[in-house]
């Protein structure tokens, strides 16, 4: 009996089908592999975006509520003090004073710069975040530009980065125009919602003492406890 082999014709398709088949299943791996690195990327940015903030709440939670006196030729109002507080803050940016550990800086007071830059395509914005920080020798350099170094990039976003500012009673501010007062928290947010607000409560000024209190000794320590 005389075996009857394959045709040319058969050949070429079976060809043509293994060659469907691999291009399918090449397909479905590039898509799978494309996929695994978004989510690789996304939670590396995450990791990084998680990172930053909280690096921006201990900055803000070392803030010191410093006051200096106001220019005589000062335009705003002030306090009965004339003075005005070292805090300024707007939707993009917010500048205020506080104080380095001595690792891994050197320890001392300083005024930080944090603030959003806009970029990327008008379909695809891209918004970073920027930290600038200077020893701060003078209160009264307080307000000047930095000049000299460049900015630290904290991380980037498409989803623009807002600050906003919170009053004694709650009210929450775009911006902070007042300088007799500290706002009680500031808080980052995301114009999207991609990512949870960062909400931080500023240091309070210690409340002066009265007069008649006696601070020749120092408050017994809570708890019963001893300091040496």
Known sequence: MNRRGFTLAELLIALVLTALAMGVVAEGVRRSLDFQARIETAQIDRVSRNAALGALRTRLERLVPLTEEAGADADSVTTENEETILFSGTASGVRFAATDPAYPSTPGLYAYDIFVEAGGEDDAPVFTVLLHRRALYDLAEFNQTPEGSEPLTLFQSADEPRFSYASGDGVWLSAW???????????????????APLVVALPRAAEPLEEDEDTSAPAAPPNGSVTQ
């Open 177 to 195: 125009s007042r300088e007799d007062v500290f706002p009680s928290h500031v808080r980052l947010e995301f114009a999207e919602g991609g990512a």
